[in-house]
Protein backbone atom coordinates (compact mmCIF):
# COMPACT_ATOMS: atom_id res chain seq x y z
CA UNK A 1 0.00 0.00 0.00
CA UNK A 2 1.39 3.43 -0.73
CA UNK A 3 1.19 6.06 0.37
CA UNK A 4 -0.06 9.10 -2.49
CA UNK A 5 1.19 12.94 -1.73
CA UNK A 6 -2.07 14.84 -1.32
CA UNK A 7 -2.35 17.81 -3.63
CA UNK A 8 -0.65 20.82 -3.07
CA UNK A 9 1.46 19.01 -0.38
CA UNK A 10 4.84 20.08 -3.02
CA UNK A 11 4.39 23.59 -2.84
CA UNK A 12 7.02 24.31 -1.16
CA UNK A 13 9.30 21.61 -2.78
CA UNK A 14 13.09 22.89 -1.64
CA UNK A 15 15.91 22.30 -3.76
CA UNK A 16 18.05 19.99 -2.07
CA UNK A 17 21.95 20.06 -2.14
CA UNK A 18 23.42 17.06 -3.47
CA UNK A 19 25.88 14.67 -1.43
CA UNK A 20 27.33 11.64 -0.82
CA UNK A 21 26.88 9.29 2.59
CA UNK A 22 26.79 5.99 4.08
CA UNK A 23 24.43 3.90 5.79
CA UNK A 24 25.65 0.80 8.06
CA UNK A 25 24.07 -2.43 7.07
CA UNK A 26 24.91 -5.87 8.52
CA UNK A 27 27.92 -7.83 7.38
CA UNK A 28 27.65 -9.66 4.34
CA UNK A 29 24.42 -8.38 2.97
CA UNK A 30 25.74 -4.79 1.53
CA UNK A 31 24.86 -5.82 -2.29
CA UNK A 32 21.31 -7.26 -0.98
CA UNK A 33 20.63 -3.33 0.33
CA UNK A 34 22.12 -1.69 -2.82
CA UNK A 35 19.89 -3.72 -4.65
CA UNK A 36 16.56 -3.62 -2.36
CA UNK A 37 17.48 0.41 -2.22
CA UNK A 38 17.58 0.92 -5.79
CA UNK A 39 14.04 -1.07 -6.19
CA UNK A 40 12.76 0.78 -3.58
CA UNK A 41 14.05 3.86 -4.27
CA UNK A 42 12.81 3.56 -7.61
CA UNK A 43 9.09 2.66 -6.72
CA UNK A 44 9.16 5.17 -4.28
CA UNK A 45 10.49 8.15 -6.84
CA UNK A 46 13.34 8.74 -3.99
CA UNK A 47 15.72 11.89 -5.44
CA UNK A 48 18.69 9.16 -5.01
CA UNK A 49 21.06 8.72 -8.01
CA UNK A 50 23.24 6.31 -6.99
CA UNK A 51 24.04 3.05 -4.64
CA UNK A 52 27.59 1.64 -4.16
CA UNK A 53 28.85 -1.08 -2.08
CA UNK A 54 32.58 -1.35 -2.70
CA UNK A 55 34.00 -4.15 -2.00
CA UNK A 56 36.58 -3.04 0.54
CA UNK A 57 34.06 -0.99 2.61
CA UNK A 58 32.37 -4.25 4.72
CA UNK A 59 29.39 -3.02 6.62
CA UNK A 60 28.43 -0.09 4.85
CA UNK A 61 26.75 1.17 1.85
CA UNK A 62 27.20 4.40 -0.06
CA UNK A 63 24.12 6.48 -1.03
CA UNK A 64 24.51 8.97 -3.67
CA UNK A 65 21.79 11.66 -3.80
CA UNK A 66 19.68 14.80 -2.43
CA UNK A 67 20.90 15.70 1.27
CA UNK A 68 17.42 15.34 2.53
CA UNK A 69 17.75 13.47 5.61
CA UNK A 70 13.92 12.97 6.56
CA UNK A 71 13.49 11.37 3.30
CA UNK A 72 16.40 9.08 3.57
CA UNK A 73 15.29 8.33 6.79
CA UNK A 74 11.68 7.28 5.91
CA UNK A 75 13.40 5.57 2.45
CA UNK A 76 15.37 2.91 4.91
CA UNK A 77 12.50 2.56 7.10
CA UNK A 78 11.95 -1.16 7.54
CA UNK A 79 14.61 -2.24 5.19
CA UNK A 80 16.20 -5.92 6.47
CA UNK A 81 19.76 -5.76 7.20
CA UNK A 82 19.72 -1.63 7.51
CA UNK A 83 21.10 -0.60 10.69
CA UNK A 84 20.91 3.93 10.14
CA UNK A 85 22.88 6.44 8.85
CA UNK A 86 26.21 6.96 9.39
CA UNK A 87 27.31 10.24 11.77
CA UNK A 88 24.20 12.51 11.62
CA UNK A 89 24.51 11.90 7.41
CA UNK A 90 27.85 13.22 7.28
CA UNK A 91 28.48 14.62 3.67
CA UNK A 92 31.45 12.65 1.49
CA UNK A 93 32.59 13.72 -1.14
CA UNK A 94 33.56 12.11 -4.57
CA UNK A 95 37.33 12.64 -4.67
CA UNK A 96 36.89 10.43 -1.01
CA UNK A 97 35.47 7.59 -2.53
CA UNK A 98 36.93 7.60 -5.74
CA UNK A 99 39.93 4.31 -5.25
CA UNK A 100 36.55 2.76 -4.35
CA UNK A 101 35.05 3.18 -7.86
CA UNK A 102 38.39 2.35 -9.80
CA UNK A 103 40.69 0.54 -8.44
CA UNK A 104 43.77 0.26 -9.67
CA UNK A 105 44.79 -2.77 -11.96
CA UNK A 106 46.16 -5.87 -9.61
CA UNK A 107 49.31 -5.85 -11.99
CA UNK A 108 50.12 -1.99 -11.99
CA UNK A 109 52.53 -2.04 -9.68
CA UNK A 110 54.23 -4.97 -11.33
CA UNK A 111 56.99 -4.22 -13.84
CA UNK A 112 58.65 -6.60 -16.02
CA UNK A 113 62.01 -7.94 -14.48
CA UNK A 114 60.69 -7.59 -11.13
CA UNK A 115 61.79 -9.88 -8.25
CA UNK A 116 58.67 -11.39 -6.64
CA UNK A 117 57.95 -13.86 -4.20
CA UNK A 118 55.03 -16.09 -4.51
CA UNK A 119 52.61 -16.05 -1.93
CA UNK A 120 49.70 -18.31 -2.50
CA UNK A 121 48.99 -21.79 -4.71
CA UNK A 122 51.40 -24.88 -5.52
CA UNK A 123 54.51 -22.69 -5.99
CA UNK A 124 54.05 -20.70 -2.46
CA UNK A 125 57.30 -19.01 -1.05
CA UNK A 126 59.34 -19.08 -4.28
CA UNK A 127 61.09 -16.62 -5.75
CA UNK A 128 60.77 -15.63 -8.83
CA UNK A 129 61.14 -12.93 -12.05
CA UNK A 130 58.59 -11.31 -13.72
CA UNK A 131 59.16 -12.26 -17.96
CA UNK A 132 55.45 -11.04 -19.00
CA UNK A 133 52.35 -9.27 -17.59
CA UNK A 134 49.12 -9.57 -19.06
CA UNK A 135 47.04 -6.40 -17.92
CA UNK A 136 43.45 -7.39 -19.03
CA UNK A 137 43.52 -11.07 -17.41
CA UNK A 138 45.60 -9.56 -14.56
CA UNK A 139 47.87 -12.05 -14.60
CA UNK A 140 51.83 -12.59 -14.97
CA UNK A 141 54.62 -15.14 -16.56
CA UNK A 142 57.31 -15.37 -14.06
CA UNK A 143 60.57 -17.88 -14.13
CA UNK A 144 61.31 -19.83 -10.74
CA UNK A 145 64.68 -19.32 -9.48
CA UNK A 146 64.66 -22.65 -7.98
CA UNK A 147 63.65 -24.59 -10.31
CA UNK A 148 65.47 -27.53 -12.50
CA UNK A 149 64.30 -26.19 -15.53
CA UNK A 150 63.15 -22.72 -16.05
CA UNK A 151 59.72 -22.99 -17.27
CA UNK A 152 57.61 -20.18 -17.30
CA UNK A 153 54.48 -20.37 -15.01
CA UNK A 154 51.54 -18.34 -15.46
CA UNK A 155 49.98 -16.98 -12.20
CA UNK A 156 46.94 -14.22 -10.62
CA UNK A 157 48.84 -10.84 -10.51
CA UNK A 158 47.76 -10.67 -6.75
CA UNK A 159 49.21 -14.00 -5.86
CA UNK A 160 52.81 -12.23 -5.77
CA UNK A 161 54.70 -9.60 -3.43
CA UNK A 162 56.90 -7.40 -5.21
CA UNK A 163 60.49 -7.73 -3.98
CA UNK A 164 62.88 -5.98 -5.54
CA UNK A 165 62.09 -3.76 -8.48
CA UNK A 166 63.33 -3.71 -11.88
CA UNK A 167 64.82 -0.43 -11.47
CA UNK A 168 66.68 -0.60 -8.14
CA UNK A 169 68.53 -3.96 -9.56
CA UNK B 1 24.30 -12.30 -12.08
CA UNK B 2 27.32 -12.00 -14.51
CA UNK B 3 29.06 -8.74 -15.25
CA UNK B 4 30.25 -7.43 -18.47
CA UNK B 5 33.60 -7.67 -19.08
CA UNK B 6 33.93 -4.32 -21.53
CA UNK B 7 30.96 -1.93 -19.53
CA UNK B 8 30.79 -3.91 -16.08
CA UNK B 9 26.71 -4.15 -16.66
CA UNK B 10 25.10 -6.79 -14.12
CA UNK B 11 22.98 -9.31 -16.05
CA UNK B 12 21.58 -12.34 -15.95
CA UNK B 13 21.30 -12.64 -19.72
CA UNK B 14 23.67 -14.30 -22.13
CA UNK B 15 25.26 -11.44 -23.64
CA UNK B 16 25.61 -7.73 -22.31
CA UNK B 17 22.17 -5.96 -23.38
CA UNK B 18 24.11 -2.67 -23.38
CA UNK B 19 27.52 -3.37 -25.85
CA UNK B 20 27.41 -6.92 -26.42
CA UNK B 21 30.32 -7.99 -24.11
CA UNK B 22 31.72 -11.31 -23.11
CA UNK B 23 30.50 -11.72 -19.65
CA UNK B 24 32.32 -12.90 -16.29
CA UNK B 25 31.29 -14.28 -13.23
CA UNK B 26 34.71 -13.23 -11.19
CA UNK B 27 33.12 -9.84 -10.33
CA UNK B 28 33.29 -7.67 -7.24
CA UNK B 29 31.64 -4.63 -5.59
CA UNK B 30 27.81 -2.95 -7.10
CA UNK B 31 26.77 0.11 -8.24
CA UNK B 32 22.99 0.50 -8.35
CA UNK B 33 22.19 3.48 -10.95
CA UNK B 34 18.90 5.10 -10.82
CA UNK B 35 19.37 8.37 -12.58
CA UNK B 36 22.69 8.54 -14.32
CA UNK B 37 22.03 11.97 -15.73
CA UNK B 38 22.22 13.56 -12.15
CA UNK B 39 24.79 11.01 -10.64
CA UNK B 40 28.09 12.55 -10.51
CA UNK B 41 29.62 9.18 -9.74
CA UNK B 42 27.72 7.08 -13.07
CA UNK B 43 30.08 10.26 -14.84
CA UNK B 44 33.01 10.09 -13.32
CA UNK B 45 32.78 5.86 -14.06
CA UNK B 46 31.60 7.13 -17.52
CA UNK B 47 27.98 5.44 -17.10
CA UNK B 48 25.41 6.02 -19.35
CA UNK B 49 22.36 4.02 -18.19
CA UNK B 50 20.83 3.16 -15.17
CA UNK B 51 21.19 -0.03 -13.97
CA UNK B 52 23.40 -2.35 -11.67
CA UNK B 53 26.91 -2.49 -12.21
CA UNK B 54 30.28 -4.48 -11.13
CA UNK B 55 33.17 -2.18 -9.36
CA UNK B 56 35.50 -4.64 -10.42
CA UNK B 57 35.40 -7.42 -13.19
CA UNK B 58 38.33 -10.19 -14.05
ZN1 LIG C 1 28.60 -4.37 -21.55
Known amino acids: ?169 | MLACKKCMFLTDQEKCPLCDGELSKEWQGMIVVLDWETSEVAAHMEIRANGKYALKVR
Open chain 1, 1 to 169: MEEENADGEDLLEVDFPHTIFAIKTALGHEKTVAENLGQKGKRKGAHIFSIISPMKLRGYVLIEGEKNEKAIEELLKGMQYVRGIVGGERDISLKEIEHYLAPKPIVADITEGDIVEIINGPFKGEKARVKQIDTGKEEITVELFEAMVSIPVTIKGDSVRVLEKEENL
